[in-house]
């Protein structure tokens, strides 16, 4: 089947009855990109990563009670097969969640299975003659034997250690002495071996720690005891997170400057899979301060793993960062196989945002690898291969996500004792259960399947926000008052905003603010905290309505905010159900309808405002409607943000929903990548095709198309500003070079 997907009439989404001012002429993406935290000083370090793209790691958190465990592990053999799928570079375990070393360390518990013999350096040897980078792989927090041997270092959970008898991780507290042997361990690992670089695992906390360590910490530091109750309009509880995210930051920080005094030229990074965890592990996006690039593995649908590539591009000090993905199924799973086009997918869904991709592998417990699992990716990577001396330059987007380190929370948890609350979000699955991130998550979606191509920015990189044409702030929880400002110098400086729920209401202390920090900005001011009984969104305008045709309502579950409009414009009200959702029953028929729950008669507040501010202008939902599962939204989220846009996208794709459309431009090569990823990863790849049509601006014109990685020239059609291709036969990647010449 071969499917061509026309290009549609591109509808007018100018903005002037809106009256926002317009910027300048469309066109590529020529706003001077700010300066980002990647532009401070940067210490000279060996550029392996900058060569290397295809990696592997196998996963050896194996314990050492039976003597068949690790007794096959051999270093010659375990290369050998390694080197059948093609990486470029390896991650080698020096030591595991379970703690012994698989190097002859004088500071802890060696895996008996090694006795007098040291795997490393017999695994670095091997690799070196193979000519693949070799990153080291270091357990920190999560040490089993380290647990075992010093109670007085165990991280502690609010009701003791009870959890612990049913879990299999042991975990030490970075403010117990476990800091100085992770520390001393570091140095001892890195003095002995030329290792690339290091990779360390795990800072991240599995529970808040009530050990006397932290507890005095944060009586010295805060002057209060640890609460146990979860409050986020407590400052205390706000505190005690902050503190918990700047301890373990602290540690990272502490392992990095081990690494550096010990060998100078070896890379550190630290796991960063937690961006997308809730605020139980307490890992802070600052921690990339620590880290040279970003690393990170995940599980989670294609949704997550797009997503987590534009974080990790955002916030990497250097590139490639590295997206990691189990071969099986999940981490769980010890045998089955990902299916050839599900692994090659998902390998290139790193190329497409220029970064690097690992497959992790776990070892038999003897210490043998399936062979035949490196043949099948030996099959896999030497496709990613060609396109690596194309990769590279800026991620390009007209939109950005903005993503909230702090707001990894949810309020409906207030008043949970901390050992009670059972809400959890990994690396495993989309459900964050995180009202900003899966309204994050929402937004992320609704754009790549309408392949708007979007970054992120974060707080981290705060003075980008003027990068971008939009901004979307979805339903943040706290915002502190630097945020607060650069959003609101972004809309008075002709930036456009799309903010929904909770956004800018509550302070970085978990404070109720007294108005939306940004009441001035949206025109509408808050008049209670948010509601999550069913609600509806109403059309109330003209263009509005056509978005949400054929239906006359929106119905949403994700919580809204009563407002009050001050100056803006009413794009749609809010709507409560004719009668709640849960009353009424047959003796007392208190219902509407008896299977649904119909809306009311009458509006009941504002519900999606628009407001010109300044040079920009503002949408605000009071209500996520970007969190919602119904597919209706998307469109309509989308409708507003090309609104909001005001002109037509630089690049865009007419092609089917489950295709990425990324860009990178690099300037001075004169040259944009466009790249295309099927992410239909729970089925076979079918052939399908569509157009793309790239905006160049008055300052730059075509040259060249050419399809990579052959660099043959590929026919385009001119348009006016532009160029426009059409692709077909097209199943899991493709990459595009388009040269343009400056005027
Ligand atoms: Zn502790």
Redesign the pocket.
Known sequence: MNIIFVLLVVADFSCQDDGMKKKATAGLYQSKKSEGPRSCSLPKLNDWYKRCYRRFLVDIHIPDWDKRFLSKLDAKTYVNTLAKGKSSGIMLYCNSHVGPTLYPSKLGPVHKAIGRGDFVADALKAARRKQLSVVAYYSAVYNNAAFLAHPDWR??PHQGESPYEHSRYGTC????PYRDFAVAQTEELCGRYEFDGIFFDMLFWPYA???P??RARFLKEEGEDIPSVIDWNNPTWMAFQRARERWMSELAGLLTAAVRRTRSSMTVTHQLSPVLHGWRTAMPYSLTEHCDYASGDFYGPPVQQSLVCKIFEALSVRKPFEFMTSRCLDLWDHVTLKGASLMEMQAFLAPAHAGAFMFIDAIDPVGTLNRRVYERIGGIFPKLAPYEKFLGGDLAADVALYVSSESRFDFRENGTLIGASSKRADNMTSETGMPHMEAVMGAARSLQENHIPYAVVTQRNLARLSDYRVVVLPNGRVMSDAEVEAFRAYVAGGGALYASGYSSLIADDGTLRKDFGLADVFGVSAHTMMDHTLAFFTPQEKRFTSLVEPQEHLIHRGGWIQIENRSAKVLADLTKPWCPENEGSVLRPSFASIHSTPPGWTAFAPGITWHRYGKGCACYASGPIEAEPQKVNRPVFVGLIRRLHGGTFPVEAQAPAFIELTVFDKPSERRLNLSLVSLRQEEEPIPCGGTVRVLLGEARHPVALRVLPSHRKYPFRDIPGGIEFTFSDFEIFSMFELEYRNS
């Open positions: 991280i502690i507290c970075p403010n117990s720690c009530y050990c360590h932290c």
